[in-house]
Each structure stands twice: as structure tokens, then as C-alpha cells.
T-cell receptor, first 116, second 114 residues
Framework: DVKVTQSSRYLVKRTGEKVFLECVQD?????MFWYRQDPGLGLRLIYF???????EKGDIPEGYSVSREKKERFSLILESASTNQTSMYLC???????????????FGAGSRLTVL | AQSVTQLGSHVSVSEGALVLLRCNYS??????LFWYVQYPNQGLQLLLK??????LVKGINGFEAEFKKSETSFHLTKPSAHMSDAAEYFC????????????FGKGTLLTVNP
């Protein structure tokens, strides 16, 4: 019954490495999101996409980029990982039509990234 | 602009006691409001949502929340806490329409003591 799948639950990378976090949803949702979760800071939006090849910056896009080549897949890219990007990353999606539960985000289980 | 303030980063209750988690919002347009729960090592899941219908909203696991426009609040309650309610709870707001972005509060960690 898994609907939003994040490919890696735990990753350990070194400073300066390029990191890819993958997210796939099987609900045919138009909108996909990447959030970062840190203790005491809640969830902060990094990037979101409302259609294939479309993207918009969220509240904290610096140091990140995204790719959406197919509707079901939304990738978060850290071009050169830094220690301050150690965090939990959550992917989410939502549809547009009311029948698909518009405005209700479905989350993946998260990817915990440690940058050494 | 929209924002959410959750009062209390950590709430501790005894099993069987009332649970009250506070959320105040700011929104320039009528808001959609949500409560999400996150159990350890899991993603977030929806508890309940307010989308301008009834002001008292019932969710899963016996939780409910009341939208009070005059107080700009959307507090989450449960009459009797269970050990399984221990989790982190997030309040979130969006301004609806074509804007599907949610703005989240910083979260409240609920501890339930036996």
C-alpha cells in the first residue's frame, strides 16, 4: 500500500559529494514537494513541482536543485554536500482534482542524510 | 503570507488524561488547516483537516480539532490519551486555491506516561 517511496532511508556522504535523493509516487499526482525536517524547526519547504519539468523554489532552496522528468518521479540534488545539510528529507505529493484529495499531502517515510 | 505557531514544543500527559495541543495560524485569506502526526522513524500522516465546512473536525484515532476564526486557532484535542498516541504532531496551513504548498509549525512532541 506504499504510495510515496523514497529510495534511501539512510545515507552517509562526505563533504563535497554530489547527492541524489529519489522520490516516486504511484497516485498520478501533479504536485510534488521536498521538505527538510530539523529538530525544533519543523518542516521547511525546499522545492516543489506542479508539473513535469516545472519547479518552484520553496523557502530554503539554497544548495539544492531538483529534477522532474516524469510525472511520478521527483529528485532532490545536492550538488556539493555540506555538513549543514545533514537532516531528514521528506518527499510529499498531492493531486489537483478534488477526487484525488486536493491539499492533502501524502508523505514518504523520509531519507535521513548524514554529511561527514 | 501564512504562518503557524504551535505553543509548546513538548507536552507530557498521563495515560487517560486529556490531550490538548495548541495551534494558532496567520493567513491573509480563509485558510485550510491540517494536523499531521509523525510516529518514530516514519513520515507524516494526516490526522484531520479543516476546509471551511464544519468548524469541529473529527479525525483518526479519536482526535478532533475546532476552527475558531475569532481566535485564529485550530487546537487539537483527545479526551483520553493512549500510550500509542506518543508521537510528534504538526499543525499546517495553506491558503487553498491553486496553492498546494503547506506551511508547517515547528511541531509538538507528545509524551504519554503510564
Amino acid at each position: 500500500d506504499v504510495k510515496v517511496t523514497q529510495s534511501s532511508r539512510y545515507l552517509v556522504k562526505r563533504t563535497g559529494e554530489k547527492v541524489f535523493l529519489e522520490c516516486v509516487q504511484d497516485m498520478d499526482h501533479e504536485n510534488m514537494f521536498w521538505y527538510r525536517q530539523d529538530p525544533g524547526l519543523g518542516l521547511r519547504l525546499i522545492y516543489f513541482s506542479y508539473d513535469v519539468k516545472m519547479k518552484e523554489k520553496g523557502d530554503i532552496p539554497e544548495g539544492y536543485s531538483v529534477s522532474r522528468e516524469k510525472k511520478e518521479r521527483f529528485s532532490l540534488i545536492l550538488e556539493s554536500a555540506s555538513t549543514n545539510q545533514t537532516s531528514m528529507y521528506l518527499c510529499a505529493s498531492t493531486g489537483t482534482a478534488p477526487s484525488s484529495g486536493a491539499n492533502v499531502l501524502t508523505f514518504g517515510a523520509g531519507s535521513r542524510l548524514t554529511v561527514l | 503570507a501564512q504562518s503557524v505557531t504551535q505553543l509548546g514544543s513538548h507536552v507530557s500527559v498521563s495515560e487517560g488524561a486529556l490531550v490538548l495541543l495548541r495551534c494558532n495560524y496567520s493567513s491573509s485569506v480563509p485558510p485550510y488547516l491540517f494536523w499531521y502526526v509523525q510516529y518514530p522513524n516514519q513520515g507524516l500522516q494526516l490526522l484531520l483537516k479543516y476546509t471551511s465546512a464544519a468548524t469541529l473536525v473529527k479525525g483518526i484515532n479519536g482526535f478532533e480539532a475546532e476552527f475558531k476564526k475569532s481566535e485564529t486557532s485550530f487546537h487539537l484535542t483527545k479526551p483520553s490519551a493512549h500510550m500509542s498516541d506518543a508521537a510528534e504532531y504538526f499543525c499546517a496551513v495553506n491558503s487553498g486555491g491553486s496553492n498546494y504548498k503547506l506551511t508547517f509549525g515547528k511541531g509538538t512532541l507528545l509524551t504519554v506516561n503510564p
